[in-house]
């Protein structure tokens, strides 16, 4: 069965983005393991769900970003990788997706994620999107938590895991220390 995984940049106060969903927080600090662990996760995946806000965002850079001269090689094999790979857009009020390789969903619905875990292919990415990480924890159909906490005290931004209805007990699988100080937490659910 496919996992779905939550990759997740993260703050010491618990936020994932600033108030206008910024991370220059992250651009300060990403590295070269960094990049290789992002690069890692994308290849052990064929399918990425993304929220309106997330689905933007990516949709700004990474379609160009390629063939953009000032965009560095780490930036142009991920963005390879981020075009060919299926993207799931959930959103109540986007109208419709131009970037290749997406398709608009309007709602998440328990049984649409389960087929899609029961089915085949390579892991289901969840990047940012606090929203969908937030449905699905509360689904109880979270694989795997990737959570990158970096040193930095934000104060104020949006927190991943708002609106949680109940405790979900985890265990660690894996912790590692990057040399910039950034830990990669990767936990799972307990059964």
């Keep these: ?14 936020l994932m983005s600033d108030p206008e969903d910024k991370m220059e927080w992250v651009l ?12 890692d996760l994308y290849d052990s995946a064929d399918t990425l769900l993304l929220g309106r ?7 700004g850079y990474w379609p160009t970003a390629a063939s953009n001269p000032a965009t560095s090689q780490g930036d142009i094999e991920m963005a390879h990788k981020i075009n060919n790979i299926t993207k799931i857009v959930f959103s109540h009020s986007m109208r419709g997706v ?3 390789n997406s398709l608009l969903l309007k709602e998440i619905t328990p049984e649409e994620i389960l087929k899609m875990k029961q089915g085949k292919g390579k892991n289901i990415l969840i990047i940012g999107s606090a929203s969908i990480v937030q449905q699905l924890t509360n689904l109880g159909l979270i694989d795997e938590y990737h959570l990158l906490l970096h040193p ?14 109940q405790k979900h007990n985890l ?15 990767r936990y799972a659910p307990e059964k």
């Design 171 to 185: 265990k660690l699988l894996e912790a590692k220390t990057f040399s910039n100080g950034v830990v990669m937490i």
């Design 98 to 100: 131009e970037w290749e």
């Design 53 to 59: 806000t997330t689905y933007k965002i990516f949709e």
């Design 1 to 14: 069965m496919r996992k779905i995984i939550v990759s997740e940049f993260y703050t010491l106060d618990g």
């Design 152 to 165: 930095v005290v934000l104060g104020v931004g949006k927190p991943l895991f708002k609106d949680i209805r």
């Design 28 to 39: 300060g600090s990403f590295n070269d393991e960094m990049g290789k662990y992002e690069s």
